[in-house]
């Protein structure tokens, strides 16, 4: 236990101190919706490149480092539940994520078309060579054969990735309420917007990093979008739910 929680970050950790009273931030992060920007953003405050951090978290075994005091982690759940961190991220599903009390939770979301549209072309693109934490082969095999192709083997958990972060069992009741439960939702489309506001609210002068954007866009058909369109229904009726109730609206910047 001693090696997820180590003096030197246990020391740092006891100094965070966010005008809510939380002591660290997590972000339940769903891919292709800006989780990476928002991850390099926080980065960024110690006054270090952010992608020298984010290469030493890589090469972490415990995937985390520090910079200019302040603590980073990645992915290790252990790490990410002992809480002896700034800011942490993962894109592990919400149930399967232990959080320590005083934890601020933010989320991104995205609407769910243009989501999976970004990472098909995400896929098809790879990153750049001297990316951290780039995409696999077995991953990029997935939109090897085009999109139609990609669609048929794409797991469910691949597409509705924004409910089964929220809900295993894809309920959509549920996963609105998990998200509801968050400190903080905004979406992609307002990503400067609500990272602004994040910002005020954590009085953290946050500025905005844009990474892992993919410049070629894919064509698709008109059956083509209506057929990925009715596979992401669930989601759609979730952002439904999620304005209904007030917790998050596309095309505004969430709950204040």
Same mark, same amino acid.
């Given at each position: 236990?001693?090696?997820?929680?180590?003096?030197?970050?246990? *020391?740092?950790?006891?100094? #965070?101190?966010? +005008?809510?009273?939380?002591?660290?931030?997590?972000?339940?992060?769903?891919?292709?919706?800006?989780?990476?920007?928002?991850?390099?953003?926080?980065?960024?405050?110690?006054?270090? =490149?952010?992608?020298? $951090?984010?290469?030493?978290?890589?090469?972490?075994?415990?995937?985390?480092?520090?910079?200019?005091?302040?603590?980073?982690?990645?992915?290790?759940?252990? $790490?990410?539940?002992?809480?002896?961190?700034?800011?942490?991220?993962?894109?592990? +599903?919400?149930?399967?994520?232990?959080?320590? +009390?005083?934890?601020?939770?933010?989320?991104?979301?995205?609407?769910?078309?243009?989501? %999976?549209?970004?990472?098909?072309? #995400?896929? $098809?693109?790879?990153?750049?060579?001297?990316?951290?934490?780039?995409?696999?082969?077995?991953?990029?095999?997935?939109?090897?054969?085009?999109? =139609?192709?990609?669609?048929?083997?794409? +797991? $469910?958990?691949?597409?509705?990735?924004?409910?089964?972060?929220?809900?295993?069992?894809?309920?959509?009741?549920?996963?609105? =309420?998990?998200?509801?439960?968050?400190?903080?939702?905004?979406?992609?489309?307002?990503?400067?917007?609500?990272?602004?506001?994040?910002?005020?609210?954590?009085?953290?002068?946050? %500025?905005?990093?844009?990474?892992?954007?993919?410049?070629?866009?894919?064509?698709?058909?008109?059956?083509?979008?209506?057929?990925? *369109?009715?596979?992401?229904?669930?989601?759609?009726?979730?952002?439904?739910?999620?304005?209904?109730?007030?917790?998050?609206?596309?095309?505004?910047?969430?709950?204040?």
């Amino acid at each position: 236990m001693e090696m997820y929680s180590d003096p030197e970050y246990r *020391r740092l950790s006891k100094g #965070y101190s966010l +005008p809510d009273g939380s002591k660290r931030v997590y972000c339940f992060h769903v891919r292709k919706t800006a989780g990476t920007s928002l991850f390099m953003s926080f980065m960024a405050l110690a006054g270090e =490149d952010p992608m020298e $951090v984010w290469r030493r978290i890589t090469a972490s075994r415990l995937q985390r480092t520090s910079s200019a005091g302040l603590a980073f982690a990645s992915n290790d759940r252990m $790490v990410l539940a002992h809480g002896a961190y700034f800011f942490g991220r993962s894109h592990r +599903p919400f149930a399967e994520q232990p959080l320590p +009390p005083g934890t601020f939770t933010v989320t991104i979301l995205r609407d769910p078309v243009e989501r %999976v549209r970004s990472y098909f072309d #995400y896929l $098809v693109a790879g990153d750049d060579p001297g990316m951290p934490g780039r995409v696999s082969g077995r991953q990029r095999q997935l939109a090897a054969a085009g999109f =139609d192709a990609f669609l048929d083997r794409a +797991p $469910v958990d691949g597409l509705l990735t924004q409910l089964a972060m929220f809900s295993g069992r894809l309920d959509i009741s549920e996963a609105t =309420d998990r998200i509801g439960s968050c400190s903080s939702v905004f979406f992609t489309e307002d990503f400067e917007v609500g990272l602004a506001r994040l910002g005020r609210r954590l009085a953290l002068p946050l %500025v905005p990093y844009r990474i892992r954007v993919t410049s070629e866009r894919s064509v698709l058909t008109d059956q083509q979008l209506e057929r990925l *369109r009715t596979r992401m229904e669930p989601e759609y009726e979730l952002l439904r739910r999620l304005h209904a109730s007030g917790i998050a609206t596309l095309g505004a910047t969430g709950a204040p």
